[in-house]
């Protein structure tokens, strides 16, 4: 995954909600498995494998994140062991096409989840964090981009 990606996923758990972390992790999951399809395509089998590991790594986050006093946990964790048994199956065969049966599973799941994260009102799960807005101005010669953290001073250690 490229480092930009990375930081964008970094703020967006920064700002999450508890439901919206689980869209988040399906998005890492998502981006992985582009970054490895685009390993392979190039020849890289070592960071196919890797993007992949790493794929696996958050499906067994959601997994272990199941709670199951509810019945669809059970549901959804037969969901998540088929897509994982998928993708090893395509790491180990360096078959790509089973990772549009992941893809297109991951997918209907961050949907479902993205309209339950719209409802959530909870707020962050992650307090004192930053808050960041951005603009941008038009110099003599330039774009400046402007941050502007509000909370600033509400950061940091406080005794």
Request: no cysteine; proline share 1%.
């Given at each position: 995954?490229?480092?930009?990606?990375?930081?964008?996923?970094t703020f967006?758990?920064?700002?999450?909600?508890?439901?919206?972390?689980?869209?988040?992790?399906?998005?890492?999951?998502?981006?992985?498995?582009?970054?490895?399809?685009?390993?392979?395509?190039?020849?890289?089998?070592?960071?196919?494998?890797?993007?992949?590991?790493?794929?696996?790594?958050?499906?067994?986050?959601?997994?272990?994140?199941?709670?199951?006093?509810?019945?669809?946990?059970?549901?959804?964790?037969?969901l998540y062991?088929?897509?994982?048994?998928?993708?090893?199956?395509?790491?180990?065969?360096?078959?790509?096409?089973?990772?549009?049966?992941?893809?297109?599973?991951?997918?209907?799941?961050?949907?479902?989840?993205?309209?339950?994260?719209?409802?959530?009102?909870?707020?962050?799960?992650?307090?004192?964090?930053?808050?960041?807005?951005?603009?941008?101005?038009?110099?003599?010669?330039?774009?400046?981009?402007?941050?502007?953290?509000?909370?600033?001073?509400?950061?940091g250690f406080?005794?």
């Amino acid at each position: 995954m490229e480092k930009e990606k990375m930081q964008e996923f970094t703020f967006r758990v920064t700002q999450a909600s508890r439901s919206e972390l689980i869209v988040i992790m399906y998005d890492i999951i998502l981006a992985d498995t582009e970054s490895a399809r685009k390993a392979l395509e190039q020849g890289d089998v070592s960071a196919y494998e890797h993007e992949l590991k790493h794929a696996g790594r958050f499906l067994n986050e959601l997994m272990g994140a199941l709670d199951y006093q509810y019945e669809i946990s059970y549901e959804l964790l037969s969901l998540y062991s088929y897509i994982n048994k998928t993708m090893i199956r395509a790491r180990m065969r360096r078959e790509v096409q089973l990772l549009d049966v992941t893809d297109a599973m991951i997918g209907k799941l961050r949907e479902a989840f993205r309209e339950v994260s719209a409802q959530d009102t909870s707020g962050p799960v992650m307090r004192n964090t930053e808050q960041v807005y951005a603009g941008l101005t038009y110099g003599r010669n330039s774009l400046n981009e402007s941050l502007y953290d509000p909370n600033a001073a509400n950061r940091g250690f406080m005794a």
